[in-house]
């Protein structure tokens, strides 16, 4: 069965950090440029970070940049999303998305896990 599967969501004050994970099972990462989106309630989903199959490149959404890294481990299949600095408008839900990277129709979508930044 073919799962993506986010953690480390939670609530955290402004300036602090938290670290996502999204492991994958049901097929192969190493295959797959992998994406880490956003919702905020009332808003569109939108895209965070992205990191290529490799990992050898990587794009960020402005208002993220220099703040959250993206980075993967092929072995662990699995993706990760380092957020530091956190702000209130950060406050979303947050989606793993993968996409092949021959195949761009086949794509997978995670749950989703809840990232609170109050006070």
């Known amino acids: 069965q073919v799962q993506l599967v986010e953690s480390g969501g939670g609530l955290v004050q402004p300036g602090g950090s938290l670290r996502l994970s999204c492991a994958a099972s049901g097929f192969t990462i190493s295959s797959y440029s992998m994406s880490w989106y956003r919702q905020a309630p009332g808003k569109e989903r939108e895209l965070v970070a992205s990191i290529t199959s490799t990992g050898a490149s990587t794009n960020y959404a402005d208002l993220v940049k220099g703040r959250f890294t993206i980075s993967r481990d092929n072995a662990k299949n699995t993706v990760y999303l380092q957020m530091n600095s956190l702000k209130p408008e950060d406050t979303a839900v947050y989606y793993c998305?993968?996409?092949?990277?021959?195949?761009?129709?086949?794509?997978?979508w995670g749950q989703g896990t809840q990232v609170t930044v109050s006070s």
């Open positions: 998305n993968a996409v092949h990277t021959r195949i761009l129709l086949l794509t997978y």
